[in-house]
């Protein structure tokens, strides 16, 4: 699902930021800021497409819907629009958090455009996703060196978004 990011979805994800700056988690994961702020937008534009789901930002969700449940909001930089065989990681560290469905968002590296790209539930996302160790060699045609333990699923594996 293609969607525009607007001035607002932007603000919204730097005042975000500036808050999550002043708190705690700020001192332990200071180089991330820059994550943080794309993960940011991801929530902003999914927060205007689900406009009635309560934006929570906790370590387990970003948001509450679809009939109260935890929802992590997972976004990622891309220069284009997904396809069934991408990959969509989430950190190992990320696993031990216990959101009831992972949504995965696209970000084009410009930010004029952010793809819904689709969901999974947790349990779901653990029984598909295959585990790439820090190191490791992503084999196929887009190599890709893991600089941290990660799990991922393919695209085709998610879930359609309603």
Same mark, same amino acid.
């Given at each position: 699902?293609?969607?525009?990011?607007?001035?607002?979805?932007i603000r919204?994800?730097?005042?975000?930021?500036?808050v999550?700056?002043a708190?705690p988690?700020?001192?332990?994961?200071m180089?991330?800021?820059?994550?943080?702020?794309?993960?940011?937008?991801?929530?902003?534009?999914?927060?205007?497409?689900?406009?009635?789901?309560?934006h929570?930002?906790?370590?387990?969700a970003?948001?509450?819907?679809?009939?109260?449940?935890?929802?992590d909001?997972? #976004?990622?930089?891309s220069?284009g629009?997904? *396809?069934?065989?991408?990959?969509?990681?989430?950190?190992l560290?990320?696993m031990? *958090?216990k959101?009831?469905?992972?949504v995965?968002?696209?970000?084009?590296?410009?930010?004029? #455009?952010?793809?819904?790209?689709?969901?999974?539930?947790?349990?779901?996302?653990?029984?598909r996703?295959? #585990?790439?160790?820090?190191?490791?060699?992503?084999p196929?045609?887009?190599?890709?060196v893991?600089?941290s333990?990660?799990c991922?699923?393919?695209? *085709?594996?998610?879930?359609?978004?309603?």
């Amino acid at each position: 699902m293609k969607r525009e990011v607007t001035d607002q979805d932007i603000r919204w994800a730097r005042e975000k930021l500036a808050v999550w700056k002043a708190g705690p988690r700020y001192l332990r994961e200071m180089d991330k800021g820059d994550n943080v702020l794309v993960g940011y937008i991801g929530d902003a534009v999914f927060k205007r497409r689900y406009p009635h789901f309560e934006h929570v930002d906790t370590p387990d969700a970003d948001f509450i819907g679809w009939g109260g449940k935890k929802i992590d909001v997972k #976004t990622s930089l891309s220069n284009g629009a997904p *396809r069934g065989y991408y990959w969509r990681q989430i950190p190992l560290v990320d696993m031990a *958090r216990k959101p009831d469905v992972y949504v995965f968002v696209m970000l084009n590296r410009g930010w004029e #455009t952010a793809y819904i790209v689709g969901r999974i539930s947790r349990s779901n996302f653990k029984e598909r996703a295959v #585990t790439r160790l820090a190191g490791t060699i992503r084999p196929g045609l887009d190599p890709f060196v893991f600089r941290s333990d990660t799990c991922e699923a393919m695209v *085709r594996d998610l879930d359609k978004i309603f």
